[in-house]
């Protein structure tokens, strides 16, 4: 809480530091001291790969365990039966960009991982879209 | 004494003016005289001017809502405050035992903390410059005792450097000044830097350098009693017989570089860390409890609003009270001071124009985590002097933040087991349940101190992407959408003004929280005298 923003430039400049210091760090996996079968990610972006890891790693967190989203003051959309992702693209904007609360997290995973992701949606909680996005659609939609 | 009585210091000169004009002439004073710091907060705002009986309504009632209540009624209007939690304060909140806290997908903690123990899940300490927060804590007679930031005998930690064995932060601090200063004499003596400084400031540089990093008298840094005064002792000195202090050895610059240790020691130079730092004693919450104390009227909880409108007559608010959840309730006002976090603000139907809409909606909200853990013992006290302050890490716990209070005693200890904010990691425990993340946050802990293992009892963990009345830690402005969009969000929209951390430039701190309501109530109160 406090004090995050400037934990935050101190983090991006740490991160900014080490990708120029350490080139093979950023691309790592797990710390070594990660117990159990968690993944833990050793910088400011993610390191799982897959898009199941990153829905129950990530997403997750505000969607909740089956997709179904949440609701208390105000309310984390359920990506379940989710009519909205049929079109591929919308997915892919709003996980590079966020969406009011939401996060924008194109600093923080590749183009595969959030294709990943995205796919992973698309395809899980009753959604059954077939048509695959690509890691060249994320690129595409990063300009 | 000589000229005594013609020379007036400075000081006196204050003294005087304080005790002849009041406060705020001194701070006026003293601003003019150089004394002061830079902050915006001009002591307690005035608001001239009859309100000719018009009346607010403030939504939420954490420090930003309690702010603008209190100053508003105090010039006369009527006001009426409503809160989606069933207590005042907002993030500034405190977990005892016995409270109970039930996150957003149904997950309910109960605190077994004993008493008096605790976490603050959000803000937790305050920065001596954040003035207007302090001048509160004063006129509301809420105690302050230290937060100790530094604590020299505190822990950085790398899982990649030194075996994964945490090292002072005294010793590392000395051991990267040292081998720096020595390493510039070094070049200095060599005229290296001859083209850089002339000869006569080599010298003073020289000087500098052994008495910044703890040169010896060849501007060596090495094994001896000057650098212990510094780093510390291998063994420390003692009386009697064979008490002579022993120096340990400093570590290498390519080691202590290669460590990556010396990225935290800005955490303690930063003008926002900077000594000294205060909480309030006994809980964060103790200034929140102060507020809705002096707010000057009641507070309606359990209100979740569900629909904000405004026409040229006022400000209509539909909300619904938890326990009657299917019965719509209206609250109605002719202004607005709206403090609800920009999440929710975003996803409600509401009056407002094109400008402050978009800017509602263009702020996400940062992923944070904090986890408390009981043991039951202080053994950071008893086993490694590590007396409040904070260990660093690398792990994704992040920190380790000792308690601040009740030093050297007997008995159970609550400590801040983790504290992640941004960044991958605050987002993997978000997605935890919350008995993992204190799990968690005990197996990498006992990284650093191994007595978790024998000592740990019990936990909370507070994740803020989670939590129902913010769905978020605190607005996380780009620099591109603050350009945008900042100024749309701060202005009165018809009979509406916003106010919160996400209204100011101190996001994520309570100062800004009450300087954003203070802002919005002087702006409104001028638009309501003047028509």
Redesign the interface.
């Known amino acids: 809480m406090t004090a995050c923003r400037q934990d935050r430039l101190h983090w991006r400049l740490l991160v900014a530091i080490s990708l120029a210091l350490l080139p093979v760090a950023a691309g790592s996996q797990n710390s070594a001291h990660a117990p159990g079968e968690r993944i833990f990610s050793s910088g400011y972006r993610f390191v799982e790969m897959s898009g199941e890891e990153l829905f129950v790693n990530v997403c997750q967190g505000c969607h909740m365990s089956d997709g179904a989203g949440a609701a208390g003051a105000g309310a984390y959309p359920s990506l379940a039966v989710d009519a909205n992702l049929e079109a591929g693209g919308y997915p892919v904007y709003l996980v590079l960009r966020g969406r009011r609360g939401m996060p924008p997290f194109a600093d923080m995973m590749s183009d595969d991982q959030v294709a990943a992701v995205v796919n992973y949606l698309r395809t899980h909680f009753g959604n059954n879209f077939q048509d695959m996005v690509t890691a060249k659609d994320v690129r595409d939609a990063r300009q | 004494m000589h000229g005594e009585a013609l020379v007036t210091s400075r000081r006196d000169l204050l003294s005087l003016i304080g005790a002849m004009a009041g406060s705020a002439a001194m701070y006026h004073a003293m601003t003019s005289l150089g004394f002061a710091s830079e902050s915006p907060y001009k002591g307690p705002i005035r608001l001239d001017g009859d309100p000719k009986g018009a009346s607010v309504l403030v939504l939420g009632a954490g420090l930003a809502g309690m702010t603008a209540a209190h100053e508003l009624r105090k010039a006369g209007y009527k006001v009426e405050i409503l809160e ?1 939690n069933g207590r005042a304060g907002g ?1 500034n909140w405190t977990l005892r035992g016995g409270d109970t806290f039930t996150e ?3 997950f309910k903690q109960n605190c077994e903390f004993e008493s008096g123990l605790y976490i603050n ?6 920065p001596y410059h954040h003035r207007a927060l302090l001048d509160y804590c004063k006129r509301f007679n809420v105690a302050l005792e230290p937060f100790i930031q530094l604590n020299h005998n505190a822990f950085l930690h790398s ?1 990649r450097a030194f075996g ?1 064995a945490p090292q002072r932060i005294r010793s590392v601090k000395a051991d990267f000044q040292g081998q720096i200063a020595e390493l510039l004499a070094k070049a200095a003596m060599q005229g290296r830097l001859d083209a850089a400084v002339t000869k006569e400031d080599q010298e003073l540089l020289l000087q500098a350098l052994r008495s910044w990093g703890a040169l010896d008298r060849d501007y060596g840094y090495n094994a001896n009693l000057i650098s212990a005064e510094f780093r510390g002792y291998a063994r420390d000195p003692g009386g009697g017989i064979g008490a002579e202090g022993a120096p340990g050895k400093p570590v290498g610059l390519s080691d202590i570089l290669r460590s ?1 240790l010396w ?1 935290y020691l ?2 303690f130079a ?1 003008y ?2 900077q000594t000294t730092m205060f909480q309030p004693v006994g809980g964060m919450d103790m200034i929140g409890k102060a507020f809705a104390r002096e707010v000057g009227g009641p507070i309606r909880f359990n209100a ?2 569900t629909q904000i409108r405004q026409d040229d007559r006022g400000v209509t608010v539909n909300y619904v009270d938890a326990a009657r959840p299917r019965e719509q309730r209206q609250a109605t006002a002719d202004w607005c001071v709206c403090t ?9 139907p509401l009056d407002v124009g094109a400008k402050m809409k978009s800017a ?2 263009a ?6 985590v904090k986890i408390g853990l009981q043991f039951k013992r202080r053994f950071w006290e008893e086993d490694e002097a590590i007396y409040g302050g904070i260990s660093y890490t ?3 716990i992040r920190q380790i933040a000792y308690p601040n209070t009740g030093y050297n005693r007997t008995g159970k200890g609550v400590l801040l087991g983790a504290y992640l ?5 605050a ?2 425990f ?3 349940p919350p008995a993992e993340r204190v799990a ?1 946050a005990v ?2 802990g006992a ?1 650093i101190h191994p007595q978790y293992n024998d000592e740990f009892e019990n936990g909370v963990a507070v ?12 607005g ?2 780009s620099e591109e959408a603050r350009a945008a969009h900042y100024d749309d969000l701060c202005q009165i929209d018809g009979r509406i003004v916003l106010a919160g951390e996400h209204a100011s430039q101190l ?4 100062e800004g929280a009450i300087l954003s309501a203070l802002d919005a109530v002087v702006r409104l109160h001028e638009r309501v005298v003047r028509t």
């Open positions: 989606y993030r957003l997908g149904g899940p959000g803000p937790w300490r305050i899982s994964g990556r990225r800005q955490s930063h926002n860390f979740r609003v609800i976090p920009l999440p929710i603000l975003s996803q409600l509602i909606d702020v996400p909200y940062a992923a944070s690398d792990l994704p904010y941004d960044g991958a990691n987002y993997e978000t997605a935890m968690r197996e990498f990284a994740a803020w992407h989670r939590v129902p009345f913010t769905l978020g830690c605190s996380d402005w996001p994520a701190w309570q």
